[in-house]
């Protein structure tokens, strides 16, 4: 594999993908400030041909938000999330939640009271989203929103709402820092969980992106179960985001070894959006090994 052979998959993906995966893809190089203004020109062509698609449109804003120049250029593509948002009749409302709390753009009309009253209401990942959403609130907060999401954990795993599992456990990854006491209690479930494994896949990776600085000694074991997903070649993306974001050099050697099989387009089981992930992560963990 050549040095950069990664980073020129993510700039050629970013042209040959559509829809969601190009937006991956874009993120990624975004977040490494790499090819800004090339991602930008792409995504305001996909903005003039995709503006009215529902889903896409979100993302592809999502995006926009994120290379914008200006307060005012950033609030543009904002405002029409919170627009889609607050039509309760859009389709792709949950799109829309949900990428505002990734933007950390507080929504209207979530309030303390609501949040309080949330562990009594019927619980969707809708309302999950919400509930991220309103760390951003200066009114709730982020000790607040976390603290509830470890409740609905406990409630989802105790009712066993599998479906409900990996949406607060994704949450998570957005709400840090943990307090040992709070991140023990994810670390528990997922060792502990006996389900579906794509839900097994997505805590351990969660458990692993979470840990506080003075716990990063217990985190072998969840490390040793989490890779094991290499051999097996399922739920590489769980994978692949806990070693872009906490990987080192092992995980380095891990992914090098195996990039030429992941990359390869010509194989009947190539996947763009674990190739991408893949990519993104060799590059993110060779920027931070030579920063340490």
């Not at 190089?29 to 009215?52: A, M």
């Not at 914008?68 to 792709?92: C, G, H, L």
Request: charge should be negative.
């Amino acid at each position: 594999m050549r040095n950069d052979e990664p980073l020129s998959d993510l700039r050629s993906l970013l042209h040959t993908e559509k829809e969601w995966i190009k937006v991956h893809v874009a993120e990624f190089l975004i977040w490494e400030n790499e090819y800004t203004d090339e991602v930008k020109n792409v995504f305001l062509e996909e903005e003039r041909q995709f503006r009215n698609t529902p889903k896409y449109r979100i993302g592809i804003w999502r995006v926009l938000a994120q290379v914008a120049q200006t307060k005012q250029e950033r609030w543009k593509w904002e405002n029409k999330i919170v627009e889609v948002y607050s039509n309760p009749t859009s389709p792709d409302r949950p799109h829309a939640i949900e990428t505002l709390a990734k933007l950390k753009h507080a929504a209207p009309g979530i309030s303390p009271d609501w949040v309080r009253q949330i562990k009594d209401s019927v619980i969707d990942p809708f309302a999950i989203y919400r509930l991220w959403n309103a760390a951003y609130n200066q009114e709730v907060g982020m000790d607040s929103v976390r603290a509830t999401c470890i409740s609905l954990l406990a409630t989802s795993i105790r009712e066993e709402r599998d479906e409900l599992i990996p949406v607060i456990s994704y949450v998570f990854r957005y709400l840090k820092p943990f307090e040992i006491a709070d991140w023990d209690k994810i670390k528990t479930v997922a060792m502990g969980f006996q389900g579906d494994e794509s839900v097994y896949a997505n805590l351990l990776a969660t458990a692993w992106l979470t840990v506080p600085d003075s716990a990063v000694g217990e985190l072998q074991p969840i490390k040793n179960r989490l890779t094991v997903f290499l051999d097996e070649k399922i739920h590489l993306l769980q994978v692949f985001s806990a070693f872009a974001e906490k990987g080192g050099a092992n995980e380095l050697n891990q992914l090098i070894r195996i990039y030429t099989e992941i990359s390869d387009r010509n194989l009947q089981e190539y996947d763009a959006d674990v190739h991408a992930m893949a990519a993104y992560a060799i590059v993110k963990i060779k920027g931070r090994l030579i920063n340490d």
